[in-house]
């Protein structure tokens, strides 16, 4: 099974609202990283956290890594159109493998 | 522009049909992977290959192989003992292999007729 779980599977968001999305690990992770991938296209990355309570953003993205590692979340203020499409985080898995989470997708309600 | 093509877009296989789908990349990536992904499922490793002429099996190699004679180069082929081979396919590449970020081609959507 994978290594990473995220929650919820699906988010309905009112444009303008704002949303948080889940990722959680049963073991501590090194690092973690979070993915983008728009309908019909293919996953792109977004941001990598290190740190404990690291917390880092892009625009209206905002990035954290739990103080022990074992979780993370991405919170979208003021969602838009543009927002639209499924997220997935993705933490180490027996090395140098990533072990991608089953992603939250977003759709949003103009 | 450096970036992973992969083709073709679109792919249907028949049954007890072997095809191969092709990954290429110009990022002088050392690092090439193999995904699967299914709807609900998130992307599942497939292979990878961190280093020309080797290659490590992932979490669903059943059904499928790889080669790595070139270091742009990572074709998959979906063999007919793979029973259940209609999904999106996606290759990636990385500088080293290691935890850093992966770069996605489009991906190629298979399906049997």
């Known amino acids: 099974g994978q290594q990473v779980m995220q929650i919820p599977q699906y988010q309905h968001v009112q444009e303008g609202e704002d949303f948080t999305t889940y990722c959680n690990s049963s073991?501590?992770?090194?690092?973690i990283q979070w993915y983008k991938q728009r309908p019909g296209g293919h996953p792109v990355f977004l941001i990598q956290?290190?740190?404990?309570?690291e917390v880092k953003k892009q625009k209206r993205l905002t990035f954290q890594f739990g103080e022990a590692k074992k979780n993370s979340s991405l919170h979208i203020t003021a969602t838009q159109t543009t927002d639209v499409g499924t997220y997935f985080c993705?933490?180490?898995?027996?090395?140098?493998?990533?072990?991608f989470g089953a992603g939250t997708t977003v759709t949003v309600r103009a | 522009d450096g970036g992973i093509t992969q083709s073709p877009k679109y792919l249907f296989r028949k049954e007890g049909q072997n095809v191969t789908l092709s990954c290429e990349q110009n990022?002088?990536?050392?690092?090439m992977y193999w995904y699967r992904q299914d709807p609900g499922q998130g992307l599942r490793l497939i292979y990878y290959?961190?280093?020309?002429?080797?290659?490590q099996k992932g979490d669903i190699a059943e059904g499928y192989s790889v080669s790595r004679e070139k270091k742009e180069s990572f074709p998959l082929t979906v063999t007919s003992a793979q029973k259940n081979p209609t999904a999106f396919y996606l290759c990636?590449?990385?500088?080293?292999?290691?935890?850093?970020?992966?770069?996605f081609g489009d991906g190629t959507r298979l399906s049997i007729l």
């Open positions: 990636a590449s990385s500088v080293t292999g290691g935890l850093e970020p992966q770069h």
């Open positions: 073991t501590t992770l090194s690092n």
């Open positions: 956290l290190v740190k404990s309570g």
């Open positions: 993705a933490g180490p898995k027996r090395g140098y493998k990533l072990s």
């Open positions: 990022l002088n990536h050392d690092a």
């Open positions: 290959s961190q280093i020309v002429n080797d290659f």
